[in-house]
């Protein structure tokens, strides 16, 4: 297939802002595909989807993974840039480094403006998401295209070969090696320190690094934090923010989203957070 410029218009600020996310499916609807959605969905901004993997989910755990086929992925792929204007992607689950590559192949020839890669590691309740064998594929493929990437610690750890951060001071220990990754930015979000006061996130570009802090809200409702954040960031890149603008922006609704997720009554082991609390509860 040739390659098309994708690139958006002058004017499309005044357009719908239309955001990619590429991610598995939870059949809970906690994470994955289907907060992104929801994410993408309450934050203003369009959302179309490429699955790439089927999970047998709910709040309590990951019970099966089923890989979708390359071919199909990259079906998906063509069919949504051949006709929609996207301009920011959001990248989630990639199971295995096949899957990787053809993602990475896809971006390389339609380019969108943004690029938003959560390395999706392991689920909130402990899962392993992705194969140990792809993390060097993902790391050499497609990280270095990411405008921003968007780790949580042990995420980090798992890029970096260094030790789970278990401090905000532990955290800056991180700065240099998250950067050689090579993407524009890092957001090397603190929510595993659950002792500390406040969700400190560090929000590291090639010359400053960030925090970025929120209060910590008490809940064990926080399944799809990690997608719901990234595709937040996406989508306000999508309206027209900058870079660090959007993720505050997403920060703040992350933020809401947890502090509401105990207004929700979904399954029996981690809820999922709160995406629609602007529109049911009046804020």
Known sequence: MAKTSHKPSSKASSHTPIVLTIAGSDSGGGAGIQADIKAISATGSYACSVITAITSQNTQGV???????????ESQLDA???????????IGMLADADIIKVVANKIKQY???????????????????????AIAT?????????????????????????????SQSEMTVMIDDLRSLGAKAVLLKG?????DRNSNDLL???????????KRHQTKNTH???????????????????????????????????AQADELEVGQGHGPVHHFFAHTSGH
Do not use: R
Not at 145 to 158: R, W
Not at 205 to 210: D, H
């Open 224 to 258: 799809g934090t990690g997608c719901t954040v990234s595709s937040a960031i996406a989508s306000y890149l999508a309206q027209g923010h900058e870079l660090t603008a959007a993720v505050k922006l997403a920060k703040h609704y992350i933020s809401q989203a947890i």
């Open 111 to 133: 380019q969108p403006k943004f690029l938003v890669v959560d390395p999706v590691m392991v689920a909130t309740s402990g899962d392993l998401l992705l194969e140990q064998s």
């Open 138 to 166: 993902l790391k050499s493929e497609l990280l270095p295209l990411a405008d921003i990437i968007t780790p949580n610690l042990p995420e980090g750890a798992a890029l970096t070969n260094l030790s789970v951060p278990q």
């Open 80 to 90: 949504v840039f051949s006709d929609l204007n996207i301009v920011a992607i959001k």
């Open 63 to 73: 019970s099966a993974i089923f890989p979708i086929p390359l071919a199909h992925v």
């Open 191 to 195: 929510g595993h320190l659950e002792k």
């Open 204 to 214: 590291i570009t090639a010359v400053a690094a960030e925090l970025i802090s929120a």
